[in-house]
Antibody, heavy 114, light 112 residues
C-alpha cells in the first residue's frame, strides 16, 4: 500500500525557516517524480514545487521561488521541503504527492505568525 | 504561467441531478508527447485531494462511471451524472503539461 506521511510542521515566526519531510513507503520511491502542494486556510490548492526521480531537476511556483528548496533522499525514501524567509502568506497545509497526483499524504500544517 | 479558469465557483444540486464543471486554460495543454495532461481532483471535507480523472478523460481505478471528462486543447469539462452524497466537496482541475503546474480555483459542490 502506498503511503506518504508528512511531518515537520508547526508554528514559526515570520522570517524564520522550517523543513518539512515526507516519508514514502509501498513503492519504489526512486522511480517517481514527487511534488509539494499547499492549501491556505479556506483557500484552494496551490502547486509549490516538484523534483525529478533522481533529484537533478527541480521546479518551483512563483510565490516560493528563491525561498523554498525541494530535495529528496532516495536511500531514505524521503522528500523534503526547506522553507526559508517564511511569510504569513505561507501559512497552509502542505501536502506531498507522487507524480501524476494520484497519491497524496494527509498533509501537515504550517503556521507563520509572530 | 498557465492560468486555469474554473467555473462555476459553486454548484447547489439535488441528489440524482447531473452537473458539469468547466476548466479553461490560457494555453493549449497538449504536450510535446501529444498527450494532454489535464486532471480532475475531488477534495471531500477534511480530506486530502483525490484524483478522479487524468489525461482529460481517463478514469482512475474505483471512480464510478458517473464521472466523465472531456475536452481538448484549452477547454475541458467534468460531468457528473446522477450526483450522490459522496460526490460532495470541492473539485479542482490541475494542468500537468506546463511547469509550474497550476490548479483551477475550485468548484464547491453542495446539496440543495
Amino acid at each position: 500500500e502506498v503511503q506518504l506521511v508528512e511531518s515537520g510542521g508547526g508554528l514559526v515566526q515570520p522570517g524564520r525557516s522550517l523543513k518539512l519531510s515526507c516519508a514514502a513507503s509501498g513503492f519504489t520511491f526512486s522511480d517517481y517524480n514527487m511534488a509539494w502542494v499547499r492549501q491556505a486556510p479556506t483557500k484552494g490548492l496551490e502547486w509549490v514545487a516538484s523534483i525529478s526521480y533522481g533529484g537533478s531537476n527541480t521546479h518551483y511556483g512563483d510565490s516560493v521561488k528563491g525561498r523554498f528548496t525541494i530535495s529528496r533522499d532516495n536511500a531514505k525514501s524521503t522528500l523534503y521541503l526547506q522553507m526559508d524567509s517564511l511569510r504569513s502568506e505561507d501559512t497552509a497545509t502542505y501536502y506531498c504527492a507522487r507524480h501524476a497526483y494520484y497519491y497524496w499524504g494527509q498533509g501537515v500544517m504550517v503556521t507563520v505568525s509572530s | 504561467d498557465v492560468v486555469m479558469t474554473q467555473t462555476p465557483p459553486s454548484l447547489s444540486v439535488a441528489i440524482g441531478q447531473s452537473v458539469s464543471i468547466s476548466c479553461k486554460s490560457s494555453q493549449s495543454l497538449v504536450a510535446s508527447d501529444k498527450n494532454t495532461y489535464l486532471n480532475w481532483l475531488l477534495q471531500s471535507p477534511g480530506r486530502s485531494p483525490k484524483r478522479l480523472i487524468y489525461q482529460v478523460s481517463k478514469l482512475d481505478s474505483g471512480v464510478p462511471d458517473r464521472f466523465s471528462g472531456s475536452g481538448s486543447e484549452k477547454d475541458f469539462t467534468l460531468k457528473i451524472s446522477r450526483v450522490e452524497a459522496e460526490d460532495l466537496g470541492v473539485y479542482y482541475c490541475l494542468q500537468g503539461t506546463h511547469l509550474p503546474y497550476t490548479f483551477g480555483a475550485g468548484t464547491k459542490l453542495e446539496l440543495k
